[in-house]
């Protein structure tokens, strides 16, 4: 027997059949290049979890939105260490935060976002295959959150044969 918890990092939706939900999804998974629903419900749930921590925090200080952050000095630190937040931005913010704001963080979507790939789908895909280095270290993991500090450092691995300009995937992106 194996140890450990087989817990769920996710809920699913409620009402399985809705038509307005599922053309959202299909949405979102086509634009950040998401392999399942899974996926966007897991950041669904982080989004959840982040307003659920931001409400309790502002519910300890009593609305008082200073003291809130002094209490959650931890929790706004990472919030802008991941860049969820900006530095100006204070933790009522928090409450209006959309799941956008998660998968925009993610390694799949930075890496899109710097031109490394030309779809989000084939970012993916050139990170699976272990062609993207995140301050240097090989990381084969989409769905790694980026901090803001490492953002600068995505990059081909050197070793990559993407790594070189005149590469057939590259040229194409640069016509």
Known sequence: MTTGNNTKFYETPNHPFQGERIAQESDLLSRYGLKNKEELWRAQSELRNLRREARRLLGEAQGDVEEAESLGAEFMARMRRYGILSAEDDISQTLRLDVTDILERRFQTVAYRKGLAQ????????????????????????????????EDTVAFDETSKLADELHPERAEAQE
């Open 119 to 150: 779809t989000p789908q084939q970012a993916r895909q050139f990170i699976v295959h272990g062609h993207v280095t995140v301050d240097g270290a090989r990381t084969t993991v989409p769905s790694r959150k980026v901090e803001v500090d490492e």
